[in-house]
Every structure is written in C-alpha cells, then in structure tokens.
C-alpha cells in the first residue's frame, strides 16, 4: 500500500521510520517532509490546507492511507474531507479534534462524564475574568482557549502575573486563540504525557513519555513546543497506566461516541499525576513531538497496522508491543528559541553522531544544500537514543550531541534528570 504522511517535523521523521518498517507497504510519500524524511519518503510539495489538492494527488499516486501528523490540519478537517472523497486517513474528524481546539469543549466533556480534572470556569469577558481570579486567589492558570502553539497557557503563582495574562489574551496577544480565556485551578504535581488509540469504540493503551517544555536547564525559561523527552513515564506505573485508561482515556472515547463525534485516532493526554491520582491537563488529537520520537524508537509492533486499524474500527483485541529499553531524545534548537532565531547556519557532524551506539537522528526544521545540512527552523535536531535505563539513553544521546558541531545551536543539559534521579533513589 502507498501511504502519504502530512508533516515536516521531528515526528513525523519517526512516524516515517516505524511505518516504512512495515511490510504492508509500498512506498511511502511526505508532504512536505524533511532532509532526514527524504532518506525514507518521496518528499513531495502540496499545500496542505488544500484539500482539493491532496485528494488529487492521493488518487494520482494511488494512496491507500494517508497519516497525519500535525494539529492543524486535523482541527481544519482534512480527515473528513479525504474519508469524504473515499480515501482512508488517520486521524480525528473536525467535530473529534476539538478535544485539542477547544480547551472549553474538553473541560465540558469532563465536567459532563466525571473525568477528573481541574476545576474550570469559561470566559468571554474580561472584567468577568478579572473578577472571578480575586475569588479563587494565586497560585492559578489562566489559558486562551484556541490553538496558541503551546504558548497560549499561564502557570501564575501570583495573581499579579495572572492578571498581566488576562489582559494579554483580551488585548490579542494570541490573536482569536485568546478571544476566549479558561481558568482552572493549580495541579500539584508530576507531569506525563499518555498516548492511546482508539478506533471510535475501543481504546488501545499505547505508551508514556515525560517533556520537557522549558527552554532551558533547571525547566527555567519560556514554554516551548518540547526540549527533550524520554520514555516509559517512571511515574507512569502499570497500576496507574490501568487507573488513566479506565479513569480518563474510556470514558472520554465513550463520552465523544454518545456526543455523536466518535474519536478515531491518537489521544495524547497530558496528565498530572496529583497525590489523589492521575487527572487530565489537556488533550492532543496527535502525536507528540517530541514524545514519538522517543516511543517510535521502542515500538517493536506494525505502526501502519495499528494506525490503519484505528481508521477501520477494529482495535478489539489488538496489543502494541514495546521494547523494554528506555528512549531519550535532546532537542537541539536554534539560540533564541522560542523567541527570534536566525536561520540558515550550517550543521555539522551529523553522521559521526549518528554512527554512536544506540542513536537515531530525527530531521525537524532542516534544510539540504547541496551536501550541507542547514538550519531551517527552531527546533532543529532531535538526537534521540536507547539505552537498558533513562541514564544510559541519556549518557548515548548527550555524547551524540557532543560529537555535533552547530554554533548556532542549543540544548538543555539536563532532559532526564527527574527520571535519572528516581532510579538513583
Ligand atoms: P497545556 O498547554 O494546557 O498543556 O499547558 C502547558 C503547561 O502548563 C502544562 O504542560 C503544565 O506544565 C502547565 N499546566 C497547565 N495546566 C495546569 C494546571 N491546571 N496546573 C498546573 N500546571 C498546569
Ligand atoms: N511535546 C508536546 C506536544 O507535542 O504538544
């Protein structure tokens, strides 16, 4: 089967990996993909907020199944618009990827089936805002409800700076995302991302993984879209792997079939696990980058198998298998991430790095010249590697890191460091 993968990123450079390991397929097609990807895919260009277009181009190659990696196309509805033209694709409908569009329409969803999560209220007005944050006091999380990139949420640990991000957000700061302002009550405690399938009726557990979205060293720093990540989750247990599927992820895959929206595809939870247990932050209808880059790495099961039986309703009874190793990826990302960043400046090193024992290089913003490979974004390099223990992952990955030669560049030194400090407990 020829399958197209929509994307350019770190992810989808390990998406790419696992599904050309299948032997369901034939060849494999990106858009727009990476210079890391093009080893393994036909890097194609289509604009894919086209959907004209992509269903032209799926017909034309012969697509069998299309996956696809980012958010936005999914909350635009490019899923509905492929299975519409009769072409099978991974991935939520419109309606089912709200859960990542809507901040509201989640914390609705739990309120309304008893998923545990933390308490919320909507609002359109500012005043109203302000007023309710005097009444519930700091610490205290102020978020724009539509997609900000991961840098639409506030943490306030003081009510001065949780005003300073209601104003932020009515003044526009993140333009329509912000129109719409949530405010929830502060969670206490150990943060993991959980990953699961569903097929609109049945949920497949897939894996954990931990991130790490500060910018720099100590999780000091602005958000970011992720510095480094490692899996399994330590705090992510098999008895509390067992309490999130049949506290959080079943009854939001039953909540959304009985509101007439059934989810297919990934459910990415980001999980606080809190003293009275797991509860839910957030949901992502998508894969995680960084978080794939460091499970595809361990995944030993047929990703287009799993992918294309989600699609299909027919996850009943299917397990994914995992390599009982640890993953850990660094990111490495141009200095002045997230904020302005230079492009353009040469990468060196990259093949000596990827020859250390256990590592996997995974392309993000990068683009070929000729032989050289060049920044092209802001995260830039995801050196991801597997060891018997997050310390070992962490010690191949930081000498792959070490053995690359990019000025330009930076890293957080410490990803892991909660997971190495456990086992040394
Ligand atoms: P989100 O974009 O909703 O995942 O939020 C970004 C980050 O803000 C999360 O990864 C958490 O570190 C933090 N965060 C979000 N909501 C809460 C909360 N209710 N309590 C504590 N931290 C939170
Ligand atoms: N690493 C967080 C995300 O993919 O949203």
Not at 194 to 201: H, K, P
Not at 210 to 231: I, L
Not at 297 to 320: E, F, K, N, V
């Amino acid at each position: 089967m020829n399958v197209l993968l929509i994307g350019s990123g770190g992810r989808e450079h390990a998406l790419a990996l696992a599904l050309s390991r299948s032997p369901d397929l034939t060849r494999l097609f990106t858009a727009p993909g990476n210079p890391g990807i093009a080893g393994l895919a036909a890097c194609v260009t289509l604009d894919v907020t086209d959907s004209a277009a992509v269903i032209a181009f799926c017909r034309n190659e012969r697509i069998g199944f299309v996956v696809v990696g980012p958010e936005a196309p999914l909350v635009a509805g490019l899923v509905d618009d492929l299975e519409a033209a009769g072409i099978a694709a991974f991935g939520p409908s419109k309606a089912a990827a709200q859960l990542e569009g809507s901040k509201g329409f989640t914390k609705d969803l739990c309120a309304r089936y008893s998923i545990p999560t933390a308490a919320y209220a909507r609002f359109c007005d500012k005043d109203a805002a302000l007023a309710y944050l005097e009444r519930q006091g700091a610490p205290i999380v102020v978020k724009a409800d539509g997609l900000a990139a991961g840098k639409g949420v506030t943490v306030a640990m003081t009510l001065a700076e949780a005003r300073d991000a209601i104003e932020a957000c009515f003044a526009g700061q993140f333009g329509a995302a912000g129109a719409e302002v949530v405010i929830e009550a502060y969670l206490d405690g150990e943060e993991a991302s959980f990953f699961a399938l569903s097929d609109g009726v049945n949920a497949l557990p897939l894996a954990s993984a931990q991130d790490h979205k500060r910018a720099f060293d100590g999780d000091q720093g602005p958000n970011t879209g992720g510095m480094g990540a490692y899996s399994p989750a330590p705090v992510m247990t098999e008895a509390m792997t067992k309490r999130v599927m049949a506290e959080i992820i079943r009854p939001t895959v039953a909540g959304m079939a009985r509101d007439g929206h059934p989810f297919k595809g990934v459910l990415f939870a980001g999980l606080m696990i809190t003293a009275k247990g797991p509860e839910l932050i957030e949901y992502n209808v998508r894969f995680g980058d960084p978080e794939t880059q460091v499970m595809m790495l361990r995944l030993q099961s047929d990703l287009l198998a799993l992918l294309r039986a989600s699609r299909d309703g027919r996850l009943a009874g299917l397990a994914a298998e995992w390599s009982d190793d640890a993953a850990l990826t660094v990111v490495m990302a141009a200095k002045g991430y997230p904020g302005d960043y230079r492009k353009g400046s040469e990468i060196c090193g990259l093949d000596a790095a990827a020859r250390l024992p256990g590592v996997t290089l995974f392309h993000a913003g990068t683009k070929a010249d000729g032989g050289r490979i060049l920044s092209n974004g802001g995260r830039v390099i995801n050196v991801t590697a597997l060891g018997e223990n997050v310390a070992e992952a962490q010690a191949r990955a930081y000498a792959a890191v070490d053995a690359i030669n990019w000025p330009d560049g930076f890293c957080r030194r410490d990803i892991g460091w909660r997971a190495v400090a456990r086992g040394k407990a």
